[in-house]
Every structure is written in structure tokens, then in C-alpha cells.
């Protein structure tokens, strides 16, 4: 087996399973609803909850975003009393955030609702098939945690690997 032909595999392997995670995305949006919490509130939310208290950069680092671009999500989520924001101890330049109970009861009814859509579609799926899912879900949860890549020119995707011509 060639390089070139691994790496295809790959990248077709990387494009089926971008596809599937791209519509069961879209598909779960749209079994959200209407007053659901925001992709950006539900992130930080979870992350929070997950994690623990962290600091607006650490969070925006988390989220791949920019901590001005989440501003408003924390002063709204603070403002509705899902979040708490206190001085930190070790640099009281910086605030600590935190999930309140409140915080993990709106996270956790948002998430029912995408929830109880899923099992309702994986109950026509065999055992095999939604332990299959899984562990692709665990490994997708890996992968987005993966530091992220240097970019490439989206027009020339491979282009750093060709040799320089002389």
C-alpha cells in the first residue's frame, strides 16, 4: 500500500464522516425549541459544566473563539442567573466563571429535548450499531478537543507539500 493511497483513504474516510456529523448537526438544531439555549450559551454552559470554573480565556480557548466574542453570551447567561462570575484569587485582574444549579438544570433540559429526538431515531438501530455510535461519539469528543492545525490555503489544500520549484 502506497503513501498516496493511505492518505486518500483518509481523506475520504475524514470527508464521509465530516458529512455525518455535519447533517446529524443540522438535524438536531432543527429538534431544538424556540426557546432553547443559544449554540454559543450551550457551549460555554457545558463546558463549564464539565470542566469546572474557568476564566473567560480559557473558555474562548475551549470554544475556539475570541474572548470579546463571547461577552455578551456571559453577560446574558450571568444576567439569567446560569453562570456566576467572581474575582480570582490568584490574579484579581481576572474573573472566574461557574455554572450555577440553576445554570445545570437549563443545560440539562436543553439537552433532553436533542436527547430523547436521538434515542427515539437510534431504537431502529441494532445493538451493534448503536455501540458503534458510541464510541464514534466518544472519538469525535477526542478529536475536537485536538490543539488545532496550522492553517493551509483552503484553495490549496496539500500545497506546503509539494517541493519548491526551482
Known sequence: MTKGYEDAALVQS????????????????????PEALSVN?????SHLHRHGPATAGE??????QRPQSLTRVFAELEQA???????????????????????TTALARDMAE???WLASAMAGLSDTERQVLRLAGALMDRLADDPPRPARHPARPGAGDRPAAH
Open 14 to 33: 475524514a470527508a464521509q464522516v465530516r458529512q455525518g456529523v455535519i447533517r446529524l448537526g443540522r438535524r438536531l438544531r432543527a429538534e431544538r425549541s
Open 41 to 45: 450559551k450551550l457551549g460555554v454552559l
Open 59 to 64: 473558555l474562548a480557548a475551549a470554544e475556539h
Open 81 to 103: 442567573g446560569l453562570m456566576t462570575r467572581i474575582r480570582d484569587e490568584r490574579d484579581r485582574r481576572q474573573s472566574v466563571l461557574a455554572i450555577t444549579p440553576a445554570g
Open 114 to 116: 436533542r436527547d430523547a
